[in-house]
């Protein structure tokens, strides 16, 4: 049953794929863009840029160094290191595959800041969904009650979200790159998990 509902995710995800290669979802896009960059203003610029960063290689690799020497030295948790270091290396690469799959340029409507590269799906949304997605679930069994379990979700999915819009917002992805983002970390996180409860002797 679990093989069949990650099938399912794939082919939801190549769906979303062939809406975006053939401009289905333009009118989509650009109406969440208009929005988002309507807000546009130096305070609010000065945040976002700060908040794309927490999604950047410079921020998220440091992160997972960090989260691996606590995992490794201080709670000898070397199979949680596995799920970690693979799912974030696992993620990167298919990222990467994707970009070059899809060849989806990247918007050019108004920059506040330039990348280069494709734009579908966001490397940024993939790291950042990856990272504190795995994060929140080895985190997850160490809180002390449901209300714990809560704030941490609702932290992570805030850190996540925040990220994704402060792509749209500084012009250098569609809102669609972010779904695709998340969806695709989506399917390879539930992957890793899967393979960590069946072979790493876990059963959370």
């Known amino acids: 049953m679990w093989f069949i509902y990650i099938l399912l995710a794939i082919a939801g995800f190549q769906g979303l794929a062939m809406l975006v290669t053939r401009d289905k979802l333009m ?11 309507g807000w546009e203003n130096p305070a609010l610029t000065r945040v976002m840029k700060a908040v794309t960063k927490l999604g950047s290689s410079s921020v998220v690799i440091p992160l997972v160094l960090l989260t691996a020497v606590v995992l490794f030295v201080v709670l000898k948790h070397r199979k949680e290191l596995v799920l970690l270091i693979g799912a974030m290396v696992g993620s990167a690469l298919l990222n990467e595959l994707l970009k070059l799959l899809y060849h989806r340029a990247r918007p050019d409507i108004h920059r506040i800041i330039e990348e280069t590269g ?4 966001s490397g940024h949304s993939m790291a950042a969904f990856t990272f504190y997605g795995i994060l929140t679930y080895l985190l997850w069994r160490h809180m002390p009650s449901r209300g714990w379990r809560v704030g941490l979700v609702i932290i992570a999915a805030c850190f996540i979200l925040t990220i994704g819009l402060s792509r749209v917002y500084l012009g250098v992805h569609y809102p669609s790159d972010l779904l695709g983002g998340y969806w695709a970390s989506a399917c390879w996180i539930a992957v890793c ?7 790493g002797g876990v059963k959370y």
């Open 27 to 37: 009118s989509f896009d650009l109406a969440i863009i208009r929005t988002v960059q």
């Open 118 to 121: 494709y734009s579908f799906p």
């Open 193 to 199: 998990v899967k393979l960590f409860r069946r072979y």
